[in-house]
């Protein structure tokens, strides 16, 4: 499978990575947070770590750790207005069931 960008968030991901000195792309991933137990967390990617999985999208590299990948793999991210806010939108086929305030996630594996 692979992480993909909608043409709203690769122009935001590209516009923070031509923006920013140093960086090589989108680093993606998950944290353990939240009433659900995991939050999708994005960053500038300066390096490439050892176990990282990179995608590419028309030019745009998307770096994943070894131990977020299980979660992420095959997650849309999109880019919008959230309220007051503009903000990442995930739309991840591994997340189960999700906090009331959308903040974290569960899947499959954490119900086990």
Known sequence: MAISLTPVAFQRVQRFVNETPGALGLRFGVTRTGCSGWGHVTDIARERKDGDTVFEQDGIRIYVD???????????????????????????????????????????????
Do not use: H, W, Y
């Open 66 to 112: 070894a131990d977020s990948l299980a979660l992420v793999d095959g997650t849309r991210i999109d880019f919008g207005k959230q309220g007051l806010s503009e903000v990442f939108m995930f739309d991840n086929p591994n997340a189960t069931a999700e906090c009331g305030c959308g903040e974290s996630f569960t899947t499959q594996a954490d119900l086990a």
